[in-house]
Nanobody, 120 residues
């Protein structure tokens, strides 16, 4: 299983970024795919995930209304549109996949992280 994440970067407060996660080696419809984030010294947080079988979506309370997750089954890719970014969104974001929706902080599969930095 490969989860290839991209799209992180540096942005000012209030700005936007879009993360992409291209999945391969798994049956797309059998998994929820999404994002966790990690800040050193803090607990890992499930940000958002989407079940590809029924399009069920989950958002952490801290991002609800600002982030939007979507999927493209033809490309086996999940996107996380992040708007109105805040400094507290700064973290390493990991694409992850698990059969459960929503999944917990230790999903079955992880990709490499992508750094998101929001400057104040």
């Amino acid at each position: 299983v490969q989860l290839q994440a991209s799209g992180g970067g540096l942005v000012q407060t209030g700005g936007s970024l879009r993360l992409s996660c291209a999945a391969s080696g798994l049956t797309f419809d059998d998994y929820a795919i999404g994002w966790l984030r990690q800040v050193p010294g803090r607990e890992r947080e499930v940000v958002s995930c989407i079940s590809r079988s029924d399009n069920t979506k989950y958002y952490a309370g801290s991002v609800k209304g600002r982030f939007t997750i979507s999927g493209d089954n033809a490309k086996n890719t999940v996107y996380l549109q992040m708007n109105s970014l805040k400094p507290e969104d700064t973290a390493v974001y990991y694409c992850a996949a698990d059969p459960a929706t929503p999944y917990g902080s230790s999903p079955d599969y992880w990709g490499q992280g992508t750094q998101v930095t929001v400057s104040s």
